[in-house]
T-cell receptor
Framework: AQSVAQPEDQVNVAEGNPLTVKCTYSVSGNPYLFWYVQYPNRGLQFLLKYITGDNLVKGSYGFEAEFNKSQTSFHLKKPSALVSDSALYFCAVRDLGGTASKLTFGTGTRLQVTL | DAGVIQSPRHEVTEMGQEVTLRCKPISGHNSLFWYRQTMMRGLELLIYFNNNVPIDDSGMPEDRFSAKMPNASFSTLKIQPSEPRDSAVYFC??????????????FGEGSWLTVV
């Protein structure tokens, strides 16, 4: 069965500093990996995805993520955090095992960016 | 594009009442998903439709829950009778391409359900 783990419930960063939100995955086939962000009282917004190709994926709002197959990781990064980046971030995976089309989410990481 | 449209955005109902949540997927998308979000269980897939046909309903909690997709532009999730433990945010999402795993799934703003 496919799964993702987000080991940190919360990440605290000062504005202007780089941020990393961690994600590791487990799949039976090739992974299709996604990051979503959820602002308070809002739905999930798509940030970026890895399908194949370059291990560094660039997405919305200056975010990027690095796919590492040997470490089965897909960490979300941003070179310079903004207070407005404070939100809940979800990593998700789809693969060919079982019910192929469902997106399995991690438990989420709350990012808090302070001045 | 208007995105995935859900209604109502907020619903407060009494235990035992029927609740119907509605969803209009993005035009042209042929896959539709209903997810539930709670503090305890996070995001759970309830049911998935492809080309209006339910493909996987293994996440539907019990017989009180039912979902339909009568056409490509409309779906409902019904809870009858509702219970306090059904209080959650219910998200509808859509994508194009069914089992094309790289296609992005887009979410609506959610329906906040409170059962008292």
């Amino acid at each position: 069965a496919q799964s993702v783990a987000q080991p940190e419930d919360q990440v605290n960063v000062a504005e202007g500093n780089p941020l990393t939100v961690k994600c590791t995955y487990s799949v039976s086939g090739n992974p299709y990996l996604f990051w979503y962000v959820q602002y308070p009282n809002r739905g999930l917004q798509f940030l970026l995805k890895y399908i194949t190709g370059d291990n560094l994926v660039k997405g919305s709002y200056g975010f990027e993520a690095e796919f590492n197959k040997s470490q089965t990781s897909f960490h979300l990064k941003k070179p310079s955090a903004l207070v407005s980046d404070s939100a809940l971030y979800f990593c998700a995976v789809r693969d060919l095992g079982g019910t192929a089309s469902k997106l399995t989410f991690g438990t989420g990481t709350r990012l808090q960016v302070t001045l | 594009d208007a995105g995935v449209i859900q209604s109502p955005r907020h619903e407060v109902t009494e235990m035992g009442q029927e609740v119907t949540l509605r969803c209009k997927p993005i035009s042209g998308h042929n896959s539709l998903f209903w997810y539930r979000q709670t503090m305890m269980r996070g995001l759970e897939l309830l049911i998935y439709f492809n080309n209006n046909v339910p493909i996987d309903d293994s996440g539907m909690p019990e017989d009180r829950f039912s979902a339909k997709m009568p056409n490509a532009s409309f779906s409902t999730l019904k809870i009858q009778p509702s219970e306090p433990r059904d209080s959650a945010v219910y998200f509808c999402a859509s994508s194009f391409g069914g089992d094309q795993l790289g296609n992005t799934i887009y979410f609506g703003e959610g329906s906040w359900l409170t059962v008292v």
